[in-house]
């Protein structure tokens, strides 16, 4: 009976999600992130586990059928087609290089079954919709899911209506309770909410950063997202400035300003808990930053085995797989960034990140009028990428897919109103 329930909620639902799709475009974009990241668990489980993000299959699925078969208009593959494509066959070597090395087939594509959400990306190029409005949404997402965990975090103790695990509620830092649900999703809107700032010179975008900033420090407490939003913050800052001698000269002499003055912040911030702990954790070699040093030190032994196409996509479940040992001893592959992505596909992996980051930086630094706003993603995906990975975990694909098509179609509405400024 309750599989029956939950079969006819989910039939409703996607009738709901492709009603909004042909009406509202960005907020059923809006919808499909809340979806990515399971509701950000204010609704339970199904079952054992969360698997609200596998509706997105069907979802995508539906739209690429649309659009190709049903729209009328050409299918556009888009300047990143081939980043996008790679990563898929990335996935398809992954599970059959896992599969050469004793997985089952059915479990290597199990691994694999999110890494399909990229595909978002020719979705989101061959769609007409308002750009700006999907930003300005999507801020209004980050601050009331913001909002929420403020709201948990007061009732700590008392009332809990996010489904945390027994893990989650655990999870302390200082004496007092940490949140990271939804914690990444807060941070990327800040930052994206900073380059709007700079493109529309609306100060509430701005207030926006400060305040998802805050948020990082008091309710999340990710060291590394601190540290990426400030450095993002401070690259979009030189990204908006225009290059000409004089500005090079303002920027030189802050940094030479900047040094002395960093010495005497970090006295000063040395008095704040967090950063004592971290500098604990760092001279004691014990905490996060020991867990994290043995994570590199084990897993780059893994690497030096198959340093050309990695180990692939192994299943946490494989009755082989080294991860359940592995957590037990304290050793997360979460911890070590983008090597997770080296892990699974070696030097193909790196050279597909490369690729990657050549090309997106040449277009937003050619480009950066028009897509200064959106930058902030990449910003910082690249600025924490040594401890959180953002490219192969399932609740980041989807992003990457999304990101991606919005700066495609940003570089081709610029180049189009370029095109008809020359003509005219």
């Given at each position: ?15 709901f ?13 809006c ?15 199904l ?12 979802i ?10 049903f ?6 593959f ?22 050469w ?33 999907f930003?300005?949404?999507l ?64 100060f ?15 309710i ?6 601190i ?36 010495f ?5 911030a040395?008095?704040f808990?967090?950063?004592?702990m ?7 070699k014990?905490g996060?930053y020991?867990?994290r040093?043995?994570?590199?030190k ?34 997360h ?9 080296v ?6 992996g790196?050279?597909?990140?490369i ?37 192969t ?16 179609i ?8 370029t ?5 005219i």
């Open positions: 009976m309750i599989h029956l329930i939950y079969l006819t909620i989910s039939i409703l639902f996607l009738i999600t492709i009603w909004l799709y042909y009406r509202h475009f960005e907020l059923f974009l919808l499909l992130i809340v979806i990515n990241f399971e509701f950000f668990k204010l609704l339970p489980p079952g054992q586990f969360y698997a609200y993000r596998e509706l997105l299959l069907p995508i699925a539906f739209c690429l059928l649309e659009r190709f078969f729209s009328g208009k050409k299918f556009e888009g300047k990143y087609s081939k980043i996008v494509l790679f990563f898929l066959i990335m996935s398809f070597l992954g599970i059959l290089n896992a599969f090395h004793g997985q089952p087939l059915i479990l290597g594509i199990k691994a694999a079954k999110y890494f399909p959400l990229i595909l978002i990306y020719f979705v989101l190029i061959n769609k007409e919709f308002d750009v700006d409005k930003i300005k949404y801020i209004i997402l980050g601050f009331l899911i913001s909002i929420i965990m403020i709201i948990q975090y007061l009732l700590w103790g008392k009332l809990y209506f996010i489904h945390f695990t027994s893990e989650e509620l655990g999870k302390m830092r200082l004496g007092k309770p940490r949140i990271n649900i939804g914690a990444k999703f807060i941070a990327l809107v800040g930052v994206i909410s900073l380059g709007n700032f700079f493109k529309q010179k609306r509430i975008y701005f207030l926006f950063y400060l305040y998802s900033f805050a948020y990082i420090i008091t999340a407490q990710t060291r590394m997202l540290f990426g939003m400030l450095i993002c913050g401070f690259l979009l800052f030189i990204l908006n400035m225009k290059i000409t001698p004089l500005t090079i000269s303002v920027i030189l002499a802050t940094l030479c300003f900047t040094v002395p003055v960093s005497i912040v970090l006295k000063y040395r008095q808990e967090l950063v004592k971290t500098e604990i954790e760092i001279k004691e014990q996060s020991l867990a040093i043995n994570a590199l084990y897993y780059i032994k893994q690497i030096k085995k198959s340093p050309i196409v990695g180990h692939g996509l192994i299943n946490f479940n494989w009755e082989k797989s080294p991860f359940p040992i592995l957590q037990k001893r304290g050793i592959i979460a911890d070590i960034g983008i090597m997770d992505l892990y699974k596909f070696g030097l193909i790196v050279g597909w990140l690729a990657f980051m050549f090309m997106v930086f040449k277009d937003i630094i050619g480009n950066k009028t028009v897509c200064i706003n959106i930058s902030g993603y990449f910003l910082l995906i690249f600025s924490v990428m040594a401890t959180l990975d953002f490219f975990k399932v609740d980041r694909i989807f992003l990457l897919g999304i990101f991606l098509g919005i700066l495609t940003i570089l081709k509405e610029s180049s189009k109103n095109i008809s400024y020359v003509e």
